[in-house]
């Protein structure tokens, strides 16, 4: 095979015999004997100067291109003229009916107190009305129901909300949020309840639902000592805690309090290793004292028995 372009040809290279013609290639030595040419085999065959490939055996006759797939689209369908006119008669009979139920809703709403905003739906898909919702049965009386549009969608919702006064500051505790569509969203302290979406198509499951939610547990956390100096207990939250739960904890903040619990082990044993250290560090210093004290005792010893030694030679 042909090298590429990028890649040079030195003396040292090899190339197949099969891209070049008979007097390209040079295959016997020649030497004149005795007046007589004589041809010897090369070991290593030998391209003429200027030689040139010009045999391409097994090349196609043109270059193959890359196929190109070209996608269609599908016509549009014809519109049916006849589905047409029932969907619009359809829609002149629930625009009737949609003023009757607005008529009936502003009666109603009126006479329990609350003011309809204005240019609701009043039926959702599922088929609770919003004039229902006024004689589902609440669970206390600390329940009220409230109809807010929506600013983002412009849909009116139903929300069931218990209020509670907590040292002088109004909160709202739980809520249940009544959908056009029929979905209900239950949230405790404006935190959604991902595991309590639901979706009601009557009056029952309304209740139902209210009751189920008037029965969860608002999630007291765990208490933690204060690093203060008063050391006084505090109520900590997981930073997802659930906040409605059926026990007096949420799942989140048990998991949380088994981990601080297994955290103070390892700082006992922290505490344990710096009192090792201490202790390490005092025994070194006794060790050198004593060692210091060795060689001043040491000292006396040899002073004495030169100043012995000296009064009797005197003597």
């Not at 139902?208 to 939250?237: F, M, R, Y």
């Not at 060692?291 to 030679?313: F, H, M, R």
Request: glycine share 6%; hydrophobic share 35%; with cysteine.
């Amino acid at each position: 095979m042909l090298h590429r372009k990028d890649r040079r040809l030195t003396q040292k290279s090899k190339v197949c015999e099969r891209h070049f013609e008979e007097q390209d290639i040079v295959k016997y030595f020649k030497h004149v004997v005795k007046g007589q040419e004589v041809l010897i085999p090369r070991g290593n065959w030998k391209l003429v100067p200027g030689a040139l490939p010009r045999l391409f055996p097994g090349l196609p006759e043109h270059i193959s291109k890359p196929r190109t797939t070209t996608c269609t689209r599908k016509s549009p369908k014809k519109r049916n003229e006849i589905g047409l006119e029932a969907s619009a008669e359809s829609a002149s009979c629930s625009s009737g009916s949609f003023g009757e139920a607005s008529l009936s809703l502003g009666d109603s709403l009126g006479a329990v107190g609350i003011t309809p905003p204005p240019s609701t739906s009043a039926t959702n898909s599922s088929g609770v009305c919003l004039n229902e919702l006024v004689t589902v049965p609440l669970p206390s009386r600390d329940w009220k129901l409230e109809l807010i549009v929506d600013e983002c969608s412009g849909q009116t919702c139903g929300v069931f909300f218990d209020r509670r006064l907590v040292a002088g500051e109004l909160k709202v505790s739980k809520a249940v949020i009544v959908k056009n569509d029929g979905s209900c969203v239950v949230s405790g302290y404006n935190k959604m309840q991902k595991q309590l979406h639901k979706t009601v198509d009557s009056t029952a499951s309304v209740e139902h639902l209210l009751n189920e939610t008037d029965s969860l547990k608002i999630c007291s956390g765990i208490q933690v000592a204060h690093t203060g100096v008063t050391g006084k207990l505090e109520n900590v939250h997981h930073k997802l805690c659930s906040v409605l739960t059926t026990r007096p904890g949420c799942a989140r903040c048990l998991r949380l309090q088994r981990q601080m619990r297994a955290r103070k082990p390892m700082k006992a044993a922290v505490n344990k290793s710096k009192k090792m250290r201490n202790l390490t560090k005092k025994v070194f210093r006794a060790a050198a004292a004593r060692e210091k004290w060795k060689q001043e005792i040491t000292l006396l010893k040899q002073e004495l028995a030169k100043a012995s030694y000296q009064g009797i030679e005197e003597a």
